[in-house]
């Protein structure tokens, strides 16, 4: 459609050129039904209700501002920034997220806390299937102390990392030295026999060759 063309807007019913209607391909003229300036105000109006609706604090429209090359406005703290300190985002025009990293990183978070109760709960159940409920019961059936050292308090999952099956809640130093030890009981056991002062030595059979213990 020529952009010469006239078209009346259903909202404020003027008259206005198509350059000030967005395009639309559904509609017969290619054009969408309301101007730009009342699309915006039906489109803060639809913002406004699924806030309200989802319990979320409305969040005040703010026009975007034109940057430098290389920069971008973030909405949320309203603030121009270089493309790197946004999150990249390959389904957008720039390849970056609408919010900057600390703003996205925000609104990540209370997403998770606002579906899913706590972070720890939708990390739990997106890495382990388990729920916080549930993690709680198993420190509970296990006298609230780590399944290998009994110190109490303990708040990591433990599990097989070739399975992926849930073994016990550690404390952090158990689970990361399960991590150091690569879950080999072997090398656990070897571990155990040196501090126990069993230095395990290579022993000579014959000139430059020698028998590492099994």
């Not at 946004?86 to 990540?108: E, L, M, S, V």
């Not at 899913?116 to 609230?144: K, P």
Request: with cysteine.
């Amino acid at each position: 459609m020529s952009d010469s063309t006239d078209k009346v807007c259903r909202d404020c019913g003027e008259v206005k050129s198509a350059s000030e209607f967005w395009r639309r391909a559904g509609s017969p003229d290619g054009l969408a039904y309301y101007c730009k300036p009342c699309f915006k105000v039906r489109n803060l109006g639809t913002r406004r209700k699924r806030s309200e609706r989802e319990g979320r604090q409305e969040r005040r429209f703010i026009p975007r501002q034109e940057t430098p090359e290389g920069m971008k406005f973030c909405l949320d703290c309203e603030t121009v920034k270089p493309l790197d300190d946004f999150p990249r985002n390959r389904n957008t025009g720039d390849g970056r997220t609408t919010y900057c990293k600390p703003c996205h990183n925000a609104r990540g978070l209370e997403s998770r806390v606002r579906l899913h109760g706590s972070t720890r709960h939708y990390h739990l159940t997106r890495r382990y299937g388990l729920g916080s409920a549930e993690v709680a019961a198993m420190i509970d059936a296990q006298m609230g102390v780590c399944a290998i050292c009994l110190t109490p308090g303990p708040e990591h999952v433990d599990h097989d990392h070739k399975t992926g099956r849930v073994r016990a809640i550690l404390c952090f130093n158990c689970n990361g030295g399960l991590g150091q030890f690569k879950d080999r009981p072997d090398l656990l056991r070897r571990g155990a026999d040196y501090l126990e002062g069993n230095v395990w030595k290579p022993t000579l059979v014959a000139p430059g060759v020698y028998r590492l213990p099994s």
